[in-house]
């Protein structure tokens, strides 16, 4: 009789840090960066990721997590909706006791955000104009489906982002109303202090955010 084999993934890197984006930066977390994106967004700062890494069983990344000590973990890529076997992945890192958030473009041609299993925190990139994506591209109808224990990412890239954005969350019809909305300015394109002017001008009711890992390692060191 034929067992079956353990799902594997390709990984990119596996890595300890202080998580840099989202309602959960400042997190000692570890990263699971995977392999391969679809997209090439304007802003991207994760090409590296769109090629090599090596192939993982899903017990092998559960072990390099445990070595790492963190009870936290980021799941991100590229576009890790694009593996099969992230689901499984993510399913076990809940198993295993983790706080376990996946960051994802929310783009077509990736699997559902309704495959990704219960207990994982659903982080989507809602692309704007300026990400070079077409709104065509967008999984709008996965998007609405999102929960509050979900968030909603937005970053822009100049004031017609912003407006475009800004727009989005006050008409309400494409966005989840419990979900969280958390704005920030693509990193040498719009300085942010610009962006948290626009905010408090238009009072909109959304989180403003720094990406906290450039800050801290602005030479782009990233582990701990």
């Not at 996946?102 to 495959?115: F, W, Y």
């Not at 990139?125 to 709104?135: A, I, Q």
């Not at 704005?183 to 962006?195: K, M, Q, Y």
Request: proline content about 7%.
């Amino acid at each position: 009789m034929n067992q079956r084999s353990p799902t594997a993934l390709t990984v990119r890197e596996i890595y300890r840090t202080i998580l840099g984006e989202s309602t959960e930066t400042g997190r000692p977390c570890a990263i699971v960066r995977l392999t391969g994106c679809h997209r090439r967004c304007t802003y991207c700062d994760s090409a590296h990721a769109f090629a090599g890494g090596e192939r993982l069983t899903v017990p092998e990344v559960l072990a390099a997590v445990a070595a790492l000590g963190c009870r936290t973990v980021l799941v991100t890529g590229g576009e890790p909706l694009l593996q099969p076997g992230c689901p499984e992945l993510l399913a076990a890192l809940v198993a295993d006791g983790r706080r376990t958030i996946l960051e994802t473009s929310g783009t077509r041609g990736a699997l559902p955000l309704a495959a990704v299993p219960s207990g994982v925190r659903r982080v989507v990139d809602v692309k704007t104009p300026g990400s070079g994506l077409g709104e065509g591209d967008v999984a709008w109808d996965q998007i609405i489906g999102l929960g509050p224990l979900d968030e909603l990412k937005v970053v822009c890239c100049d004031r017609a982002d912003y407006e475009w954005s800004r727009d989005l969350v006050r008409d309400g019809r494409r966005l989840p109303a419990a979900t969280p909305v958390v704005f920030s300015a693509a990193e040498g394109l719009l300085p942010p202090a610009t962006l948290a002017g626009w905010l408090v001008e238009d009072g909109l009711d959304v989180r403003f955010q720094l990406q906290l890992h450039k800050t801290l390692w602005p030479e782009g060191e990233r582990r701990a």
